[in-house]
């Protein structure tokens, strides 16, 4: 079992939807990750959060946009989808000391039609 | 940037001992960890390692060479659960200034009988 919960497991949208991926963790992590990950592919960072606060954004399409309504809590949200930007979506939290491990969510498993 | 890179696949024998290698290149290195990933799953954490030398844990050890930008995952005594996608992942300082983890492509293991 995680400690960091995503909903929904599976999403599929088109790519004119409007859809939203959640994140929570009760850890009392104050740093939150959104990871996106292709098959066969390792994670690769979209956004971090430390202490509410967006301090990474790795050059990623505005039709993604995180939002973190509080230290517990990591939204993204999902708008005009491309087809290529079917993946699954991990979310992670750290204690956000320099050592301290990322804990991961199982992941939105998304397809864009 | 980061350069990561560790062996795409083994296999091994059921109550045996596999060593999984991984290189990095990178600057203002701050930690090695490793990751368990099943398909389909979130990766679990495994280890990690700021410091030269072995840390042990379980059937799980983890070693780390700063000088020479190298990292080793053994597992000992291999049971059929253990076939997963092992993700090395190295922390460094961003140009931005933050901590960044990376991960490398992953090791997918096989254990077989």
């Known amino acids: 079992d995680t400690e960091v919960t995503q909903t929904p497991k599976h999403l599929v949208m088109g790519m004119t939807n409007k859809k939203s991926l959640k994140c929570e963790q009760h850890m009392g992590h104050r740093a939150m990750y959104w990871y996106k990950q292709k098959a066969k592919k390792p994670p690769e960072l979209m956004f971090v959060y430390s202490y509410e606060k967006l301090s990474i954004n790795e050059s990623v399409p505005s039709r993604f946009s995180p939002e973190c309504p509080n230290s517990s809590l990591l939204n993204l949200h999902l708008h005009a989808l491309q087809p290529e930007d079917s993946a699954l979506y991990l979310c992670?939290?750290?204690?956000?000391?320099?050592?301290?491990?990322?804990?991961f969510g199982n992941g939105t498993r998304l397809t864009v039609t | 940037g980061q350069n990561i890179d560790q062996p795409t696949e083994m296999t091994a024998t059921e109550g045996a001992i596999v060593q999984i290698n991984c290189t990095y290149q990178t600057s203002g290195f701050n930690g090695l960890f490793w990751y368990q990933q099943h398909a389909g799953e979130a990766p679990t954490f495994l280890s990690y390692?700021?410091?030269?030398g072995l840390e042990e844990k379980g059937r799980f050890s983890s070693f780390l060479s700063r000088s020479k930008g190298y990292s080793y995952l053994l597992l000992k005594e291999l049971q059929m659960k253990d076939s997963a996608s092992y993700l090395c992942a190295v922390r460094a300082l961003s140009g931005a200034g933050s901590y960044q983890l990376t991960f490398g492509k992953g090791t997918k293991l096989s254990v077989i009988p």
């Open positions: 992670a939290s750290s204690q956000g000391a320099d050592n301290s491990p990322l804990h």
């Open positions: 390692n700021v410091l030269d």
